[in-house]
């Protein structure tokens, strides 16, 4: 059941499974601590994940979770394809293998906090895998669902630190609050994306191609499956941007960055993303996930 007053989607305990205000600093059902301040550092992570259909498209493909226990976050982006029933699917099939692999003490959902990184890593990679199979057995089971696929970028932020697992053109970006900069962690695994990387096309060729959005790299096209990991270490006041190709169809890195930063809230943050994306014409479907490593409430300014 989804809480009262939800001002986009909900946070999902690590521990139970239950959907949470996306502010929750506690489980509503198992009492389970969420999104509590780490004490060592005087931060606290704050987030929220939006998702809009767009002004063209009468279907969302796309498909967001985030879920937390002991003050770390998991966030993903999944961004289906191969015609709307198939692509929901999909992207769907993401969330739900993500959200097993993860959630209850018997997947060690409670205990994330206490593994080391290269085990994090690790657990984000299987994840990712576990929904890639999924994927292809949905799509080998069912005829009307052949060629579905989908993108899938996974990040994991514990105390300053964030992990990341990707397939697909979504992204994950980080954006630093002290030189009011923006950098793409991710690669796109679009074909025009390999084009700008080897050099035969420029940026505002890549951002005006027909084939921009054909990726030779997904989730449901075979069991075999490439899987880039990241990692990277974040400073307080930072954000972290998970977002769908909708949103960087419509916004630059710089746009992103500016509306990200002029609020401390991310509720606020994900409303101006989707806004601007859908002003400015919302051809696909627009996802965005905005994370806060702010300041706990109390802490001392350090
Ligand atoms: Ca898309």
Known sequence: MLPENLNGEPLTCLKCGTYNLPTATRCAHCNAPLLIPDENLGTQLRLSARTSAGKVRSSNEDSLGIWSVDGLVLALVADGMGGAAAGEEASRLVVESVQASFTGSERGGDQLAALSEDELLKRLQTAIERANCAVVERARRDISRRGMGTTATLALVRNNRVLAAHVGDSRLYLVDARDRT?????????????????????????????????????????????????????????????????????????????????????????????????????????????????????????
């Open 182 to 302: 923006i950098r793409q962690i991710t690669s796109d695994h679009s074909f025009v994306q390999a084009l700008v990387a080897s050099g035969h096309l420029t940026l505002e060729q890549a951002r005006r191609h027909p084939m921009g959005h054909v990726l030779y790299r997904a989730l449901g096209q075979s069991t075999e499956l490439e899987i880039d990991l990241h990692r990277h270490t974040l400073q307080s006041d930072d954000r972290i941007v998970l977002c769908s190709d909708g949103l960087t169809r419509h916004l630059e890195d710089c746009d992103i960055a500016e509306i990200v930063l002029r609020t401390e809230n991310p509720t606020e943050a994900t409303l101006d993303l989707i806004e601007l994306a859908n002003e400015r014409g919302g051809e696909d479907n627009i996802s965005a996930i905005v994370i806060h490593l702010g300041r706990a409430e109390g802490a001392q300014s350090r």
